[in-house]
């Protein structure tokens, strides 16, 4: 069975103050791992998707990274407003064109000023 | 255009009402897809619509109907609702041909009395 575990599941940081989120997946045939973001109440907002172990994508105060097991968000100086939840999903071959998610637990990150 | 809209933002229903939640797209994906977020946990998927036809039903009770009317709306229709039902609904499209990147309308929060 497919699985995706995020760590930690909250972080609180101080502005500035850079860190790592954690993505760890097992998975039969990665199609494709994304990285969401998601305010309270509100629907998650697409981050980056990420294909093949050593790809990056940057955005912003965001980078993401990608392994053959896991997949890092890296905030560099965050700053309040970055203050979020953060889900990472993964979309596995299922014989289908579209994509079936399976979504970790997310983290909640809090940076204060 | 990069927005999923969902109509109405709010929703309070008592368990014998009848009501209706809607998502639009325009940008021209043919998959849709309904997901369930209770809340602190990540979204939960319900159904998916490939080419306007219900591919996937993830064992959600008959109490939830969609529709597909065209390839840019999407409807819930909600019958005889249980209070455990309240959640933040969430509507989400992607192109069948491309990375799949899935992007979601802000959702609809419902309250079921």
């Known amino acids: 069975e497919d699985q995706v575990t995020q760590s930690p599941e909250a972080l609180r940081l101080q502005e500035g103050e850079s860190s790592s989120l954690n993505c760890s997946y097992t998975?039969?045939?990665?199609?494709?791992l994304f990285w969401y973001r998601q305010d309270p109440g509100k629907g998650p907002e697409f981050l980056f998707t990420?294909?093949?172990a050593g790809e990056e994508k940057e955005k912003e105060r965001l980078k993401a990274t990608l392994t053959k097991k896991e997949s890092f968000l890296h905030i560099t100086a965050p700053k309040p407003e970055d203050s979020a939840t953060y889900l990472c999903?993964?979309?596995?071959?299922?014989?289908?064109?579209?994509?079936?998610?399976?979504f970790g637990q997310g983290t909640i990150l809090t940076v204060h000023p | 255009d990069t927005e999923v809209t969902q109509t109405p933002k709010h929703l309070v229903m008592g368990m014998t009402n009848k009501k209706s939640l809607k998502c639009e797209q325009h940008m021209g994906h043919r998959a849709m897809y309904w997901y369930k977020q209770k809340a602190k946990k990540p979204p939960e998927l319900m159904f998916v619509?490939?080419?306007?036809?219900?591919?996937i039903n993830e064992s959600v009770p008959s109490r939830f109907s969609p529709e597909c009317p065209n390839s840019s709306l999407l409807n819930l229709h909600l019958h005889a609702l249980q209070p455990e039902d309240s959640a933040l609904y969430l509507c989400?499209?992607?192109?069948?041909?491309?990375?799949?990147?899935?992007?979601f309308g802000p959702g609809t929060r419902l309250t079921v009395l």
């Open positions: 619509y490939s080419y306007e036809k219900l591919s």
């Open positions: 999903a993964v979309r596995t071959a299922g014989g289908t064109s579209y994509g079936k998610l399976t």
């Open positions: 998975v039969s045939g990665l199609r494709g």
């Open positions: 989400a499209s992607s192109s069948l041909v491309s990375h799949n990147e899935q992007f």
């Open positions: 990420l294909y093949s």
